[in-house]
């Protein structure tokens, strides 16, 4: 029977669960020796690296059970559980050891992702050794942690605070760029009424211009006809066919006299 229940059933049940946990890992890394495959080393290694997970958050839970029932136990209970865990975290902390060793070994042959994040194995090995930390040390390692988180917030507002600056002036640069599109939109559609009445001038100074030249050519052949005419009229003036061009008319032929007064006085 487990000493432990004359205590906590919940601390023995939880101690009852790591020392299974503490035998699947013996018998596990024993198995892992005598494979010589990568491929099924990595997966056995894998298997064992969710029992060393297991484990760490069993002796968590055994450390907050510790610590709840502190108050009521007598010193000499609370230094043995102290011990007892103390005693689970240097057993666990051998596992850790052993599979770190073993995964430098593979590391050469195939990559092997041990954990979910590169950080997750030290930060749960810090947690675990929080546990064996004076009241001091874990308040200076809190404060600590403070100091970092607050330092984090305030790059995470200077991070959003320069979003929303570089928003603002995006936005601005939009609102600008928008109205000149605006303008040039209205531009355009002044140059396109511009050219539509340019091209109806244009078109109405080509009917002029061909009327014009209709009426030079009929002027045209006015005067040459006129002087046709008045060619005909001089070299044939005896010709009734042609009638005379008003103020174009040959001059009259001088009437001969009669009477001559000479021939009367003689």
């Excluded at 030290?122 to 970092?148: F, K, P, R, Y």
């Amino acid at each position: 029977m487990d000493p432990l229940s004359s205590i906590s059933e919940e601390l023995a049940e939880i101690n009852g669960q790591i020392a299974d946990i503490f035998r699947a890992l013996s018998n596990g890394f024993q198995k892992l020796e005598k494979i010589k495959d990568v491929n099924r080393q990595s997966r056995q290694l894998e298997e064992l690296t969710g029992k060393l997970r297991e484990c760490k958050r069993l002796i968590k839970e055994f450390d907050r059970e510790v610590k709840d029932m502190e108050s009521r136990n007598d010193p000499d209970t609370n230094k043995m559980l102290n011990e007892k865990k103390q005693s689970m975290i240097k057993e666990l902390n051998s596992y850790v050891a052993l599979k770190k060793q073993y995964a430098t070994n593979l590391e050469n042959n195939k990559r092997v992702d041990l954990f979910d994040g590169p950080n997750e194995e030290l930060h749960d090995d810090n947690v675990l050794l929080a546990s064996s930390m004076t009241n001091q040390q874990l308040l200076d390692h809190g404060n600590q942690m403070m100091d970092e988180t607050d330092q984090a917030i305030e790059r995470g507002k200077k991070v959003v605070q320069d979003t929303i600056n570089v928003g603002t002036e995006t936005a601005a640069a939009l609102k600008a760029q928008t109205e000149q599109m605006s303008r040039i939109v209205n531009e355009l559609d002044s140059i396109h009424f511009s050219i539509k009445k340019a091209s109806k001038m244009v078109k109405e100074i080509g009917r002029q211009v061909a009327t014009d030249k209709c009426i030079m050519a009929l002027l045209f052949l006015i005067v040459v006809g006129v002087i046709a005419i008045i060619i005909v009229k001089l070299v044939n003036p005896s010709n009734k066919d042609i009638r005379d061009i008003p103020g174009l008319a040959p001059p009259a032929p001088s009437r001969r006299l009669l009477w001559n007064p000479n021939q009367e006085t003689s």
